[in-house]
C-alpha cells in the first residue's frame, strides 16, 4: 500500500469508530430514558449489576447493528472533508483511477466485515442471551412474562413415525399437562401413549408421566396398560416447544443450524424467522461493501452545500435500505417464501445503485 492508502485507511477507520462512539452513547442514553422506572422498582438491583449484566450486553449488541451505519456516516464524512479540501482533485492529477482510489476504503471495509461476521455468528448470540435473561428478571411484564412461560396446543413430529401432543406446558416449571404420543407404521396407528401431566428432569433428560395409559394395536387384539407413574425418554426437550424468533438471536450460528436441521425432521412447518436470522448474520456485514462504494460515489465529487449535503443525501439512503431491510425481515418469515432471497433482497437493490454510482463516478 502506498502511503496515500495508509492516510485514507487510517483516517477512514478513526472516523468509523469515532462515529460508533458518538451512536451507542445515543441509544445508552435513550434505553436508559424508557427503562429507569424499571430499574428503581427493584431495590435489590445494583449499579454494578446494571452494567455488566445488561448495559455490556447491550453495547455489544448495538455496536455490532449500528456498524453498517457508522461505516456509511464515516465514509461521506471523511470523502466530503478530503474533496472539500481539494485533496481528491489532486489524487485524480496524479493519474489515479476511481477504481483505484477505492481499494484503501475496500481494505478497512473487509476488516470491518471480518469482525461483522464474527460478532454475528459467534458473540452477539451469547451476549444476546444473557441480556433477554436481564430483561425477563427485571424488565418485561407479566404479561410478557406469561407469554414467554406458556406453550399451548403444540404438536411436534419426532420421527417419521411418531408424533406428539401437549395441550399446554410449563417452560419454567418443566411441566405440562393433556400429553399425548402416537406412533404409525404408514398410516396405520401402532400405538397411543396418553397422560393426564408431563414432567421433565435436567438431570437425566428424561420425562415422568402420570396418569398414564399405553393403547397398542396389533393386528387381531388390542392391549391397553395404564398406570398412577412411568418414568421414560422422548427425543426433545422443553426447549423445542418454545417457536419464537427471538429464540433464533440467542443462538450462535452452528447450534442454530442444528435446530433447523432437526426441526425440519421433526416436521415443524414454518422455520422461516429462523432461517431469516441466519441469513441476515452475513447479508448485513456483506453489505460494509455496497454501502462504502455508494457513499464514496456520492462524497467523491466537491458539491454546492459541502458535507451537509452528502451527508444528508447519505443518510436518507441508509434510512431507506434499513426500511427496506424491516420489510424484507417480515415477508422472509411468511410460510412458504424463499427467506434467502428476501434477506438478500436489500443488497441486491442497493447493488444495483451501487454499480450505477460508481459507474457514473469513473467518468
Not at 25 to 44: G, M, V, W, Y
Not at 92 to 97: E, R
Not at 139 to 158: A, C, G, M, P, T
Not at 233 to 246: E, G, Q, R
Amino acid at each position: 500500500m502506498k502511503i496515500i492508502d495508509w492516510y485514507i485507511l487510517k483516517r477512514f477507520l478513526v472516523t468509523f469508530v469515532f462515529t460508533l462512539l458518538i451512536l451507542i452513547p445515543i441509544a445508552i442514553a435513550i434505553d436508559i430514558s424508557e427503562k429507569i422506572d424499571n430499574f428503581l422498582e427493584h431495590t435489590d438491583l445494583g449499579f454494578y449489576q446494571i452494567v455488566d449484566e445488561y448495559y455490556k450486553n447491550f453495547i455489544i449488541y448495538y455496536a455490532n447493528t449500528f456498524m453498517p451505519l457508522a461505516l456509511f456516516i464515516a465514509v461521506i464524512l471523511f470523502t466530503s472533508k478530503l474533496s472539500n479540501n481539494t485533496e481528491i482533485i489532486a489524487i485524480t492529477n496524479a493519474k489515479v483511477s476511481f477504481t483505484r482510489f477505492l481499494y484503501p476504503y475496500f481494505v478497512g471495509a473487509t476488516l470491518i466485515t471480518i469482525v461483522s461476521l464474527a460478532m454475528n455468528h459467534f458473540v452477539v448470540p451469547s451476549s444476546s442471551k444473557e441480556r433477554k435473561k436481564f430483561e425477563k428478571e427485571y424488565i418485561q411484564n407479566n404479561r410478557q412474562k406469561h407469554e414467554l412461560k406458556y406453550v399451548k396446543e403444540f404438536s411436534l413430529q419426532l420421527t417419521d413415525s411418531t408424533y406428539i401432543f401437549i395441550r399446554s406446558f410449563d417452560t419454567e416449571s418443566n411441566s405440562g399437562y393433556d400429553f399425548t404420543s402416537e406412533v404409525y407404521n404408514g398410516i396405520e396407528l401402532k400405538s397411543k401413549l396418553v397422560a393426564n401431566r408431563i414432567n421433565y428432569s435436567d438431570k437425566d433428560s428424561s420425562f415422568t408421566l402420570s396418569n398414564w395409559k399405553m393403547r397398542k394395536i396389533f393386528k387381531d387384539r388390542d392391549s391397553i396398560f395404564s398406570g398412577v407413574k412411568i418414568d421414560t425418554v422422548f427425543n426433545f426437550t422443553p426447549k423445542d416447544l418454545i417457536y419464537k424468533s427471538a429464540l433464533a438471536q440467542e443462538m450462535p450460528s452452528n447450534e442454530l443450524l442444528k435446530f433447523i436441521g432437526i426441526s425440519k425432521k421433526r416436521g415443524v412447518k414454518n422455520l422461516n424467522a429462523y432461517l431469516v436470522e441466519f441469513h441476515k448474520r452475513t447479508s448485513l456485514p456483506i453489505a460494509s461493501y455496497i454501502l462504502t462504494i455508494i457513499a464514496v460515489a456520492l462524497a467523491f465529487r466537491k458539491r454546492r452545500g459541502g458535507t451537509g449535503v452528502n451527508l444528508a443525501l447519505g443518510i436518507g439512503i441508509m434510512f431507506l435500505y434499513v426500511f427496506l431491510m424491516k420489510i424484507a425481515e417480515v415477508l422472509g418469515a411468511v410460510a412458504g417464501v424463499n427467506s434467502l432471497l428476501y434477506v438478500w433482497l436489500p443488497n441486491i437493490v442497493f447493488g444495483c445503485l451501487a454499480i450505477y454510482l460508481y459507474l457514473n463516478a469513473r467518468k
